[in-house]
């Protein structure tokens, strides 16, 4: 059963970033990353925010779900480049319909913005992101379905 969403998504005002980083916090402690403490994640936030490169949108009131939007110029077209650095839904409220209608929302924004390409990644075994990523249009090019396989690689400097 989908509960009731009051204030569906949104651009987060600046009095939730704390609730923002909060619920960033949660994210990865959730997954057992390292994660700053909530205080430093709100002012980093709100810096980025301030800076004009960093969206974060919200659903709820307090936020039960939010997405993180970086851009910046495209090499290859006059648009930008959306990456989806972060969606999360609290774990009470996920397959209770906030996930879609905040991407949906993030898919808005990112074209009002100017953004004419999105990337994202997710772990091979969050298969309900998978498949709401790929319900929305999104290709996955990993999998060696489109060509040769790709390898995406991190490195912590």
Do not use: K
Not at 29 to 54: C, S
Not at 113 to 118: C, I, L, S, T
């Amino acid at each position: 059963m989908r509960a009731a969403v009051p204030d569906g998504p949104r651009l987060a005002a600046p009095d939730e970033l704390p609730a923002v980083a909060r619920l960033l916090h949660d994210f990865n402690t959730e997954f057992g990353d390292p994660a700053p403490p909530p205080d430093w994640l709100a002012e980093r936030l709100a810096t980025l925010i301030a800076g004009g490169e960093t969206d974060v949108l919200v659903t709820g009131r307090p936020p039960l779900g939010l997405a993180i939007l970086r851009y910046r110029p495209s090499l290859w077209s006059s648009g930008l480049e959306c990456y989806l650095a972060e969606l999360y839904v609290v774990p009470p409220r996920r397959g209770q319909g906030l996930g879609r209608p905040l991407m949906e929302a993030v898919l808005d924004r990112a074209r009002a913005r100017g953004a004419d390409y999105m990337e994202l990644s997710t772990e091979e075994t969050d298969v309900a992101a998978r498949a709401l990523y790929e319900s929305l249009g999104f290709t996955n090019r990993q999998g060696g379905l489109e060509g040769p396989l790709s390898y995406y690689y991190e490195l912590e400097l």
